[in-house]
């Protein structure tokens, strides 16, 4: 199961690289727009910049500068009753990491860039403009709509991030 996805070949410092993005035609399916620039998330201090965000459809769109911190991540489809799925970026080992399945994933000018497509049933992630990819199936627990960004060990600047609803490509609006 994978959001229909373009393939390219791209030229990196290190060679050639074929690397895999969501198509732009999921930009049609995109609801309310919500978006933050130049933040911080400083651990500790229960301010979850997206705490306004919900929906069981998302695409998330972010660039963060990693500044002090030794992780930083995503509990998507969460709720009071239910922790959620997390997606978890670790610094130390400069890993990236979602129901099991981890991937190297070294910062760029220590930033790292992630998309993210959840729907109903499953959560693919595209990070550093698609030089890394990974698809999961999930089951989220009903009515679990929340999304948290969380920081731990140190300061996360926020460069840029959009959230977008999704709308049903099977339901005309």
């Known amino acids: 199961m994978s959001f229909p996805c373009e393939l390219s070949v791209t030229k990196f410092d290190h060679g050639y690289q074929l690397v895999r993005n969501p198509v732009s035609e999921i930009e049609k399916l995109h609801g309310k727009h919500q978006s933050w620039e130049d933040k911080n998330v400083i ?11 919900s929906g069981d459809c998302l695409h998330i769109i972010g660039e963060f500068d990693l500044k002090t911190a030794d992780s930083f991540g995503f509990m998507l489809r ?26 190297p994933l070294p910062p760029i000018d220590n930033k790292i860039k992630l ?9 693919e992630i595209f990070a550093n403009d698609g030089k890394k990819v990974i698809s999961n199936c999930f089951t989220p627990a009903e009515k679990a709509t929340d999304v948290v960004l969380f920081a731990n060990g140190g300061e996360l600047g926020i460069d840029k991030i959009d959230v977008y609803e999704m709308n049903s490509i099977w339901e005309k609006k």
């Not at 998309?115 to 959560?123: F, H, Q, Y």
């Open 115 to 123: 998309e993210i497509l959840v729907d109903r049933a499953s959560v």
């Open 43 to 53: 651990p500790g201090l229960n301010d979850n910049k997206l705490k306004k965000v």
């Open 78 to 103: 969460h709720s009071n009753k239910s922790a959620g799925t997390e997606i978890l970026y670790n610094v130390k080992r400069g890993t990236l990491t979602v129901l099991g399945c981890t991937v």
